[in-house]
């Protein structure tokens, strides 16, 4: 349940949504399994294994969406079509041409469809009403929108909109490797990447390698800026910042993690704190991640 990749959003000022108002408006779409042809679908699915589909703890809020998607392979798809090409040409005596071949791959996939197995992706969510955020737990600005298209069909069009700093992570990353200064309560890694602004976009990148020294200096004195850049704070999560202002390799270090199971007597109990920790956490570090940013640019 601990985030790995997350992109944050600004909440509108004006937001009231509660825990029980969410789980009303979820429950009217919640995910149903794929049937006949669907190759996909979309629907809200318990957080933590039970019936709920909103866990709430400390003013805190998780909930999950499902996509169910069935596994056909194009090159299943494409041995079956020329399996069946290959008898209707040996039938009729002639070759296939491009608008019967479309057809037969088309019926070949609506007959392979019902019998393909499906998988279950699912995507985790953390409204927090107090800090006025939404969290996505994702990989790609893909799986990102998906879930907010999703969100707003469900909550009649919620206006969310991405965060944004009154200094660009690129700017302020670069700043910092050159002052050799991290800002107050975080430190600089082990991992970079820096790219030429010009036509040539040359990339150069590090990792686990130390960033002192003029090396690094003179690649940002001949034009590159810094667009990905490891960082810890407090000790106690690490992670790369990219230039989109996206967290990525979210790590939560083991003082953390030993907190909750010296506490937990059971899974649920397990999941409780895990949650409540990783909130806390998160919380504090993304405040003091903004602040480093020169603050927040409201309205933007």
Request: proline share 3%.
């Amino acid at each position: 349940m601990w985030f790995k990749n997350i992109f944050i959003y600004r909440l509108p000022a004006d937001c009231a949504i509660t825990a029980e108002t969410l789980a009303e408006k979820l429950a009217l779409k919640p995910l149903q399994p794929c049937s006949g042809l669907d190759k996909q679908n979309l629907g809200w699915i318990s957080c933590r294994g039970d019936d709920r589909l909103v866990h709430a703890a400390n003013g805190q809020i998780l909930f999950a969406l499902g996509v169910e998607q069935k596994l056909l392979p194009a090159s299943v798809i494409n041995r079956f079509t020329k399996e069946r090409i290959t008898d209707i040409e040996a039938q009729q005596g002639y070759k296939v041409g491009r608008r019967e071949l479309k057809n037969i791959k088309e019926a070949v996939t609506e007959e392979l469809l019902p019998k393909a197995f499906t998988l279950l992706r699912t995507t985790y969510v953390w409204l927090d009403p107090v800090n006025g955020r939404l969290i996505i737990d994702a990989a790609s600005i893909a799986r990102a929108e998906e879930l907010l298209e999703f969100l707003n069909k469900t909550l009649d069009d919620l206006p969310l909109r991405a965060l944004h700093t009154e200094l660009s992570p690129i700017s302020a990353m670069t700043d910092w490797l050159v002052g050799d200064n991290a800002p107050a309560g975080f430190t600089i890694d082990r991992e970079l990447e820096l790219r030429a602004t010009g036509e040539s976009r040359a990339t150069v990148r590090y990792a686990h390698h130390a960033l002192e020294g003029e090396e690094i200096r003179s690649h940002i004195a001949a034009g590159k800026r810094a667009t990905r850049l490891g960082l810890t704070w407090n000790s106690r999560i690490s992670f790369v910042l990219t230039e989109q202002l996206q967290i990525k390799r979210l790590e939560f270090l083991d003082i953390i993690k030993e907190e909750s199971t010296a506490l937990a007597d059971s899974a649920d109990e397990m999941f409780e704190l895990d949650f409540t920790l990783m909130t806390g956490e998160l919380a504090k570090m993304l405040t003091d991640l903004t602040c480093a940013l020169g603050g927040e640019v409201i309205g933007k």
